[in-house]
């Protein structure tokens, strides 16, 4: 519940105050994805809007009428699933009453990196408009939920191969971005910058050197910044951190280190600035996501 509410959903608003919108939905989470279902029919009583780092998918049970995003108004279909990318500003148009709806909470990190082990390149933007909602990604999103509600020692596991699979449909399935082909001059920094990448994921326990990673690459560091960013949708210092928060929470979920251990495990010189990194990243602290993860 802790990833679900402080990193995923952002901060509100909410149909209802905090806790009473907590009580009138079911939540199923794992560290890649947040399924909120609503026990009973929401009511927007007013033009609103948030944003979050995550991507969110809503798939509709009775027509919503009134969706905002980015200052525009859709209606979203019965039965298809809608997009809505990391950082739009999204909400009810205006006043819509009983709504009944499944949401899908997609972590940023963890469907750019499905993005990435496709596609080699980042920063997934889906393009917002009604699309039919396939028999296999409805199975999944079934089966993850079902998953969620039993409780065994092997169910970590299964949902990570289940919200893995939901992120590769939702990138195969929804138009977006990754599939379009880069034009030839880039092909020589994006070749270099595979090498960058590569090297980055294997410096995650040890000092970053942005000199040696540019030279990776063949630019001066200034062109490999702006290079890398624009290609990956992040910073290399960014991009580092995402590798190491991630290679914290593999370890974490696993039970079997210490937090102190996790925080030098992953190149972390300090606990506080570790603990105080993971909280500002994943919305927790490393002991709250350990017992989120393990309960």
Do not use: W
């Not at 989470?29 to 029919?41: E, G, R």
């Not at 200052?71 to 009453?97: E, L, V, W």
């Not at 290079?227 to 960014?238: C, D, L, N, R, W």
Request: proline fraction near 5%; charged fraction near 20%.
């Amino acid at each position: 519940m802790g990833i679900g509410q402080l990193k995923m959903l952002g901060d509100g608003p909410y149909p209802l105050p905090v806790k009473q919108f907590f009580e009138r939905v079911n939540t199923f989470v794992n560290q890649d994805l947040c399924i909120i279902a609503p026990k009973a029919y929401l009511d927007f009583p007013k033009k609103d809007f948030h944003v979050h780092d995550s991507y969110e998918f809503l798939v509709p049970y009775s027509t919503m009428p009134y969706v905002d995003v980015d200052n525009r108004c859709f209606s979203i279909n019965k039965g298809y699933i809608f997009p809505i990318n990391t950082g739009q500003a999204h909400g009810p148009h205006d006043r819509m009453i009983n709504q009944c709806f499944i949401s899908l909470q997609v972590d940023n990190d963890s469907l750019n990196e499905i993005a990435y082990s496709v596609y080699r390149k980042f920063n997934v933007r889906f393009k917002q408009d009604n699309y039919s909602l396939s028999n296999e990604l409805k199975k999944l999103i079934d089966l993850f939920i079902e998953e969620c509600r039993s409780i065994h020692s092997g169910r970590n596991l299964i949902l990570k191969d289940l919200s893995t699979q939901i992120l590769s449909l939702l990138i195969k399935q929804i138009p977006n971005n990754m599939s379009f082909i880069v034009p030839s001059d880039y092909n020589t920094d994006k070749k270099n910058l595979y090498k960058v990448i590569e090297y980055l994921r294997d410096q995650y326990d040890a000092n970053y050197s942005l000199e040696e990673a540019a030279q990776i690459a063949h630019l001066s560091p200034y062109h490999f910044i702006r290079t890398f960013k624009a290609y990956t949708g992040k910073s290399p210092y960014e991009y580092l951190m995402l590798v190491k928060l991630n290679k914290a929470k593999e370890l974490l979920s696993s039970n079997k280190s210490s937090i102190t251990e996790v925080c030098y495990t992953c190149g972390f010189n300090n606990l506080s600035n570790f603990i105080n990194c993971f909280k500002k990243k994943v919305g927790v602290t490393p002991s709250e996501y350990r017992k989120i993860m393990n309960v």
